[in-house]
């Protein structure tokens, strides 16, 4: 029961994001045309795809779709084990929910990487296969400036782009994970050594009483 209730979390956040991703490919145009605008001009709901990371990264290679997508396998995987050893050890409970959201966000864009190229027919035109170099969905986009980047800023410089990238519900998730981790870390992991650190004091108690 225990394993079930965080594991459910993840579960949780997989398909509340493929509903919503599903229900944007059904209902919305892409682009500035299908464009909906939910507080202002500040907040909207934009249908674009995303073919490499988080928040519109790619890795630029030929097989750099593929290899993205057999990282987000391997590092399901790896996240899935430590959530679990984490449940096992009874580690504080808000650090294992974070763990959970995590997962479930790494979860969500790995589904749409390893299934939309077929189901939503958007893979890239050079894919060489659509499975596993399915686009990400993304919708929710915080405008808060758009202009041209100096060609002298790395990475995004000599390009139009937006302030904020436009990202999913898995995305939010990673992200809300990670903030949380870093803002209670102190909560959450001095709590989790404390047990320990009592059980070692208890220890040297008892042989020093054994001593004498």
């Given at each position: 029961?225990?394993?079930?209730?965080?594991?459910?979390?993840?579960?949780?956040?997989?398909?509340?994001?493929?509903?919503?991703?599903?229900?944007?490919?059904?209902?919305?145009?892409?682009?500035?045309?299908?464009?909906?605008?939910?507080?202002?001009?500040?907040?909207?709901?934009?249908?674009?795809?995303?073919?490499?990371?988080?928040?519109?990264?790619?890795?630029?290679?030929?097989?750099?779709?593929?290899?993205?997508?057999?990282?987000?396998?391997?590092?399901?995987?790896?996240?899935?084990?430590?959530?679990?050893?984490?449940?096992?050890?009874?580690?504080?409970?808000?650090?294992?929910?974070?763990?959970?959201?995590?997962?479930?966000?790494?979860?969500?864009?790995?589904?749409?990487?390893?299934?939309?190229?077929?189901l939503m027919g958007n893979?890239?035109?050079?894919?060489?296969?659509?499975?596993?170099?399915?686009?990400?969905?993304?919708?929710?986009?915080?405008?808060?400036?758009?202009?041209?980047?100096?060609?002298?800023?790395?990475?995004?410089?000599?390009?139009?782009?937006?302030?904020?990238?436009?990202?999913?519900?898995?995305?939010?998730?990673?992200?809300?994970?990670?903030?949380?981790?870093?803002?209670?870390?102190?909560?959450?992991?001095?709590?989790?050594?404390?047990?320990?650190?009592?059980?070692?004091?208890?220890?040297?108690?008892?042989?020093?009483?054994?001593?004498?």
């Open positions: 029961m225990k394993y079930l209730k965080y594991f459910g979390i993840t579960l949780l956040v997989i398909l509340i994001d493929q509903i919503v991703k599903l229900a944007v490919d059904t209902n919305m145009a892409m682009g500035t045309a299908g464009q909906i605008k939910i507080f202002g001009d500040w907040f909207k709901l934009h249908y674009t795809t995303n073919p490499g990371m988080a928040f519109g990264m790619q890795l630029g290679s030929e097989y750099g779709k593929l290899i993205l997508t057999t990282f987000r396998l391997v590092a399901m995987v790896g996240i899935g084990y430590y959530l679990y050893y984490l449940i096992k050890k009874k580690v504080h409970p808000g650090y294992i929910v974070c763990i959970a959201m995590i997962l479930g966000g790494a979860i969500g864009n790995l589904v749409d990487s390893v299934f939309y190229g077929v893979a890239p035109f050079d894919a060489s296969t659509p499975w596993f170099h399915g686009q990400v969905v993304d919708m929710f986009y915080i405008d808060i400036w758009e202009g041209f980047i100096p060609d002298w800023v790395p990475l995004w410089g000599g390009s139009y782009t937006a302030l904020w990238p436009i990202f999913n519900v898995a995305d939010a998730s990673i992200f809300m994970g990670v903030v949380f981790i870093l803002l209670f870390q102190k909560k959450f992991f001095t709590e989790d050594t404390k047990p320990h650190q009592e059980e070692e004091e208890d220890e040297i108690q008892r042989q020093f009483i054994e001593e004498k």
